[in-house]
């Protein structure tokens, strides 16, 4: 007993330290980058021939790696136009229009009345024409730059991305992660509502954790052609690093009480974390006991997603030096079990 608690100790703080001490390589990145790319521009100029060739493309202009310009424009994104726009809207605006409205006015209780219109007016408004335009132009702008960071940082390893096998086989993948993702967050929001509420928060807690860990290791284990359900496996079966790591991330974004808030402070913290998903060492030894917390979301799942599997069933695994034997059945390579 001592043991697994000084062992689950010991996973939650490596975790913890990874998830940290990685966004310390992120100014070194860059360099490695091109390290990196000189070398594989080296080791192809062998010969004459490819001499020469090499020799043509140094002198053509080449994309320099740009992770710490990337990272930037999603700080000033999120945070200095999407936060700031939406804070000095609910802090500044509406506090000065209210005391305006109520010197203009005078009776406090006309006031009252005529504030709660125009109140709801006002945010509805600027709900509908700024923050749900913006929030969406988000998303799309930060998955673009967190695939790009993502990939900057997988090419610092040396590996070659494996490729799945074909279009379809990717669109499911992506497809089973989003619903999969989407009822992993709903388990987590009802698991927060049990009635001792120190449980429920801690349980709740876990969920985020372990789910901010899938969203940051997502992009390494993508690029190493590891499956859906091979990755919630490697989770499941060494949970309390994947605790530990993404525990800080979970912590700061539960601060800010608004959703909107908490969706740009994530937004901001997200690059960084890739980063240290790339540079982790995550742990060969599988702990002592599997925590299968998605083993439900991955059986709902599979049974709302029964018609792509059915249609991606005959497509044979990718390879992966990343892999652990999955109980979870796989969305991309078996059939949906029959219901009992």
């Not at 999603?74 to 109520?102: E, K």
């Not at 690059?271 to 982790?280: D, G, K, Q, T, Y």
Request: glycine share 4%; hydrophobic share 45%.
């Amino acid at each position: 007993m001592t043991d697994s608690v000084r062992t689950f100790l010991r996973n939650v703080a490596t975790g913890i330290k990874d998830s940290i001490l990685g966004i310390r390589t992120i100014s070194k990145l860059d360099a490695r980058i091109q390290q990196k790319r000189e070398e594989q521009r080296r080791k192809r100029a062998s010969g004459a021939l490819a001499q020469r060739r090499a020799q043509s493309e140094e002198r053509q202009p080449d994309n320099d790696p740009q992770v710490a310009r990337r990272i930037l424009h999603c700080c000033a994104w999120n945070g200095g136009v999407f936060w700031f726009s939406v804070s000095l809207f609910y802090r500044v605006f509406i506090p000065l229009l209210q005391t305006l409205t109520a010197k203009i006015i005078g009776d406090p209780s006309l006031h009252g009345s005529v504030w709660s219109w125009l109140e709801f007016i006002l945010t509805s408004v600027f709900s509908a024409l700024w923050v749900l335009p913006l929030f969406v132009l988000s998303k799309i702008v930060n998955a673009i730059w967190f695939q790009d960071i993502a990939d900057l940082a997988f090419e610092v390893s040396g590996c070659k991305a494996q490729p799945f096998p074909s279009v379809s086989k990717i669109i499911a993948d992506m497809l089973f992660n989003l619903l999969l993702q989407a009822l992993f967050l709903i388990q987590g929001m009802i698991v927060s509502l049990f009635p001792i509420d120190a449980i429920g928060q801690m349980v709740s807690l876990l969920h985020m954790s372990l789910l901010y860990s899938l969203y940051c290791f997502e992009y390494r284990w993508f690029n190493h052609g590891v499956e859906m359900h091979q990755r919630l496996s490697n989770i499941e079966r060494n949970w309390p690093y994947y605790f530990g790591f993404g525990l800080p991330m979970a912590l700061l974004t539960a601060l800010p009480s608004s959703y909107i808030m908490s969706g740009c402070l994530f937004s901001i913290l997200f690059p960084l974390f890739i980063i240290s998903a790339n540079e982790a060492k995550t742990p060969t030894k599988l702990y002592h006991f599997q925590l299968r917390l998605f083993s439900l979301v991955v059986l709902i799942s599979n049974k709302l997603f029964h018609k792509t599997v059915h249609l991606q069933c005959s497509l044979t695994p990718s390879p992966s030096s990343e892999r652990l034997p999955s109980p979870h059945a796989s969305p991309t390579r078996q059939r949906l079990l029959p219901m009992q």
